[in-house]
């Protein structure tokens, strides 16, 4: 079955750094969705990629997705103790298919 | 917007017991609901997908007649965990999406911490 491999699996940075984890398919992904979550809680939608070289950005969180459509990065910039938490990355790895294939989950957290 | 509400939040039973989770959709209409489970320090665990007024489809695995879905409505989906056992103590978590196809994002609940005594 087809896994999404993420990298690292958890990053300490200090307040200011900008920072990127890493989403990555063997197969290609047809739709790729980052999310955030805070342990114990539930997940909070960030950005969705459909195209292959497509680049979204929300405040200073700013997703890719390769041409390839096999490689998605997240990039935070001058990271903040707010950015702290554990991102996921989701994607369907069919076109008709709703459900979600996950990665494991990168723990970020930041230091004042 | 996109709003999923899930409750309770926490719940703490004895053996035996059986549990029901809410997932409600405030502020759109959910076509389709899911359900995950999660492990500490593992990914998400697709259980079941429901859409509203039919059967869920459940994944290979997982019981049926133990975890009972039903999406009687566009906003209201809920999982009962019937005849609960300390192995069914996890993180439930519920998502939602306004489209049948895969070209929305899902919307998740806070999630349902289970633990059975």
């Known amino acids: 079955s087809q896994e999404l491999e993420q990298s690292p699996q958890s990053l300490i940075v200090q307040e200011g750094k900008n920072l990127t984890i890493n989403c990555t398919s063997s197969?290609?992904?047809?739709?790729l969705y980052w999310y955030k979550q805070k342990y114990g809680e539930g997940l909070i939608f960030l950005m969705m990629?459909?195209?292959g070289g497509e680049e979204k950005s929300h405040e200073k969180i700013t997703a890719k997705l390769d041409e390839k459509k096999q490689q998605s990065s997240l990039h935070i910039t001058a990271s903040q103790p707010s950015h702290a938490g554990i991102y996921l990355c989701?994607?369907?790895?069919?076109?008709?298919?709703?459900?979600?294939?996950w990665g494991l989950g990168t723990s970020l957290a930041v230091n004042p | 917007g996109a709003v999923v509400s899930q409750h309770p939040s926490r719940v703490i039973c004895k053996s035996g017991t059986s549990v029901k989770i809410e997932c409600r959709s405030l502020d759109f209409q959910a076509t389709t609901m899911f359900w995950y489970r999660q492990f500490p320090k593992q990914s998400l665990m697709l259980m079941a997908t429901?859409?509203?007024?039919?059967?869920?489809?459940?994944e290979q695995g997982v019981e049926k007649d133990k975890f009972l879905i039903n999406h009687a409505s566009l906003t209201l989906s809920t999982l009962t965990v019937t005849s609960a056992h300390p192995e069914d103590s996890s993180f439930y978590i519920c998502s939602a999406s306004s489209s049948p196809y895969s070209n929305q994002p899902q919307h998740f609940g806070d999630g349902t911490r289970l633990s059975i005594l």
């Open positions: 429901s859409n509203e007024g039919s059967k869920a489809t459940y």
């Open positions: 197969k290609t992904l047809y739709g």
């Open positions: 990629l459909q195209k």
């Open positions: 989701g994607a369907h790895n069919a076109g008709n298919n709703r459900k979600l294939i």
